[in-house]
Every structure is written in structure tokens, then in C-alpha cells.
């Protein structure tokens, strides 16, 4: 069974997300933005080996301790899409933009596109192709738990910001329409930021794609 937890990280409260198989303890992080100490807390509280990192896309509190932990636990970066190419080369600028400790330049080990899988001990999530808020978002669904790990696409009675280069907002709607609402109303999404919420729910109330 697919289990989760999720670890506000930096002072923007991102949602990093440690993700396992109960089974076997195996392990993802998605989006380790920074504060290693306490998801590294909280990893050996919950008594799981890491396999690899996830990412939804590049933005600085999403994937700004990305380096370090692959390089510290030989951790494979898996995602985002290749769009987000120029987010991780900027990750110095913004770390030094938004007050954030330096971060360190990584390679992804495995790019992701639509339609691709990721797999962490018996369990196996669907990669979504997801631009909008940056080029290369992609989201992690899993269709047995009904939950979708979706980075900075939806809110709970929001949607992510489109301001930033390489943002485009009808991208974003048809990004949340064409590919999360199919997911089924019943499905958890797990936000970047603040509470949890079902996709039945934002489609009925959302201001931003409410009724769509």
C-alpha cells in the first residue's frame, strides 16, 4: 500500500512529500526545497530508506536541496519534464533572489514525460505532463491510493501562479481540465502548499476552474 507524509519545508511552507511502500520501506522524497535536517527526521522516525527524489518542477523551494541530498545519499533525481531545464540551471539566482541557502547544481538522472511511470518498491504512480507554472510540471498520480501529488498546479481554492517566466495560464486551466479532473472527483491532491483536498471539490468551487 502507497503511505505518505507530508514535511513543510523552507519558509515558504512547500509541501515536500516522503513517499513508501509499506511493504518493502522503500522511499521517494517529492520536492525536497531545503531544511534537510527535519525530512531527515522524519524519515528515520517513519524507519524508511530513501530510493530516490521526485520532482515536480524547478522553482527554488521545490527542488533547492535537491543537489545536496542526491549527492549526500546517492539519491537518483527523477523528473520534472526537460521544459524545466532552465529553472535548474537559474537555481543559484533564485536561491540567492529569495534568501535561500545556495543550492547546488544537479543533473536529473531520469527526465519525465506524459504518460511515464515512476515506481518506488510495489508501487507504481502516473506521470503527468502538467505545464502552466513552469514549462516542465509534472504531477505523480497514484490510481490504487487515489491520491495526485501535483506540485504547484492546483490548490485547495487556488491555482499556481503563471507570472513567473515561462508561466502561461490558459496552459495551466487546460493542464487542471484535460489532465487532473479525469483523475475522478474522489481523488486526494496533495497542493505544494496548504491543505489537502479532493478534485470533486475544486471542480465544483474553485473560483479560478470551478464548473469546468
Request: with cysteine; hydrophobic share 35%.
Amino acid at each position: 500500500m502507497l503511505r505518505y507524509l507530508t514535511v513543510p519545508v523552507t519558509a515558504f511552507a512547500q509541501n515536500c512529500s516522503v513517499i513508501w511502500c509499506d511493504r518493502t520501506n522503500d522511499a521517494a522524497v517529492v520536492d525536497p526545497g531545503g531544511d534537510l535536517p527535519r525530512l531527515r527526521a522524519a524519515v528515520a522516525r517513519l524507519g524508511v530508506r530513501l530510493r530516490a527524489i521526485w520532482l515536480t518542477h524547478a522553482h527554488i523551494d521545490h527542488a533547492g536541496a535537491t543537489g545536496t541530498l542526491s549527492r549526500e545519499d546517492a539519491l537518483p533525481v527523477i523528473g520534472p519534464h526537460p521544459g524545466d531545464q532552465f529553472w535548474i540551471d537559474a537555481l543559484p539566482q533564485q536561491s540567492q533572489m529569495f534568501g535561500f541557502p545556495r543550492a547546488e547544481p544537479f543533473t536529473p538522472t531520469r527526465w519525465l514525460a506524459d504518460g511515464d511511470t515512476v515506481t518506488i518498491g510495489d508501487e507504481t504512480l502516473q506521470v503527468r505532463h502538467c505545464p502552466g507554472h513552469t514549462p516542465g510540471h509534472v504531477v505523480f498520480h497514484s490510481t490504487g491510493a487515489k491520491r495526485c501529488f501535483v506540485g504547484d498546479v492546483l490548490f485547495a481554492g487556488s491555482i499556481g501562479r503563471t507570472d513567473f517566466p515561462g508561466g502561461n495560464h490558459d496552459q495551466l486551466i487546460d493542464s487542471i481540465v484535460e489532465r487532473l479532473w479525469p483523475m475522478g472527483d474522489d481523488t486526494v491532491f496533495i497542493p505544494g502548499h496548504g491543505p489537502e483536498g479532493t478534485f470533486g471539490e475544486e471542480r465544483r468551487h474553485n473560483p479560478y476552474v470551478g464548473g469546468t
